[in-house]
């Protein structure tokens, strides 16, 4: 009997393998049907996508927005509707500064890149004359420089950067990923998320405990909390500081006259985001374009003024904004934004830095498990 059951169940292993063999094959063979009803599936859910992105955004401004209103005890009614009016608050305060963006900023920079795009071969011709008049011992006449500017002048900016292409590329992205519909899902989605925030996740948890042991959704829980928390700290801390970045830039290059200070005080505060790279490339570009547009010494002196911002940045606003929680070594951020840009362009840059402090705080809490466990003292080097 027991010969019949083991021969029926080897019988049963070899069929199940050939099934799964054949699935795997009909699977790769018709790879294109499956990935072209893969792509419509995502296309379908893309509003709740793009909802879920805007209310996890906006979930920090509301919560702090409710809790101002909960304080409220005369009228009696703005503390029973803390949650609706704090919603409602920060939409109207979102809205305000996309109308604003819209109507000064961006008209601003795109007018500041177009008058750059036509004038760039006057600002190129000047700036090779300065370099022309410099002694031939000069620093700035040497053959790596001269190499350079004379690729800088082969590039065709119009062919890029010209308005009409900017807003084709713009209006095409804007067609392609977000279309009227899709935009008022995402909105009416990102608002009931918020709105119902606390039964969403009482469920999810509730869902959690009843699928894992008591152990394991514990700890589920916990690392889900931390995890979360580290990303939103990141997600907001950083635009925040992009902005303020952006703006003190604007200002200090106005002061000092240096042309298209908008343009350039936005695209330092947007690189802000990119850790250790970003800063570095933009003000790269900022330097180059300050000093076809303003000569030597305005560009040496604004290099100077936004490295000390960028210092003041660093040592003061950032920690202030982001505190003690994303402490990360700079050779690991350095390390986690390279792989990601690698492998997930600029938004696995932007995201390297959460990731891999979430990475880092797993592998030093399962270190301190197994050291306590096993009663293992390591000797630390001077």
């Known amino acids: 009997m027991k010969e019949k059951k083991r021969s029926f169940s080897k019988w049963l292993y070899w069929f199940a393998l050939g099934v799964a063999i054949i699935a795997v094959y009909k699977l790769l063979d018709n790879l294109g049907p499956i990935a072209g ?13 793009v909802g879920l992105l805007i209310a996890y955004l906006f979930y920090i401004p509301c919560k702090k927005v409710e809790t101002t209103y909960r304080k409220v005890k005369n009228p009696k009614w703005v503390s029973k509707r803390a949650r609706g ?75 890029f950067l010209n308005i009409e292409n900017l807003m084709q590329y ?6 392609a990923v977000t279309g009227i519909f899709n935009m008022f899902v995402a909105f009416i989605v990102s608002v009931y998320l918020l709105a119902e925030r606390r039964q969403i996740l009482d469920f999810l948890k509730r869902l959690a405990s009843s699928i894992f042991e008591k152990d394991t959704y514990v700890i589920i829980s916990r690392y889900f909390n931390k995890s979360n928390e580290v990303f939103f700290k990141f997600i907001a801390s950083q635009v925040l500081d992009a902005i303020i970045v952006g703006i003190l830039t604007s200002i200090a ?33 900022a330097i180059i374009v300050t000093l076809f547009t303003g000569g030597l010494g305005q560009a040496v002196l604004m290099a100077v003024i936004v490295i000390i911002l960028q210092q003041i940045d660093a040592n003061i606003i950032n920690p202030k904004i982001i505190g003690n ?21 600029v938004l696995g840059m932007f995201l390297a830095v959460p990731v891999c402090t979430v990475i880092k705080l797993l592998i030093e809490e399962y270190i301190d498990y197994k050291q306590r466990n096993n009663s293992i003292e390591i000797e630390k080097e001077l």
Not at 325 to 339: E, G, K, N, Q, R
Request: charged fraction near 10%; charge should be negative.
């Open 37 to 49: 009803f893969v792509e419509g599936l995502f296309n379908i859910v893309m509003p709740f996508i």
């Open 85 to 159: 009016l704090s919603i409602i608050t920060v939409y109207i305060i979102a809205l305000l500064i996309l109308i604003i963006a819209l109507n000064f900023v961006i008209p601003n920079i795109l007018k500041s890149i177009t008058d750059f795009v036509n004038n760039f071969g006057t600002y190129y011709n000047a700036t090779m004359e300065s370099i022309e008049k410099l002694p031939e011992d000069s620093i700035w006449k040497n053959e790596i420089i001269m190499h350079l500017a004379q690729n800088i002048n082969n590039i065709d900016l119009k062919q």
């Open 170 to 175: 713009a209006k095409g992205a804007i067609d």
């Open 253 to 285: 290059m106005s002061i000092i006259g240096v042309k298209y200070a908008v343009l350039l005080g936005f695209m330092i505060g947007l690189f802000n985001l990119i850790p250790y790279f970003g800063a570095i490339i933009a003000i790269t570009v």
């Open 325 to 345: 929680s994303l402490s990360i070594s700079p050779l690991l951020v350095i390390f986690a934004v390279t792989v990601g840009g690698a492998y997930f362009g």
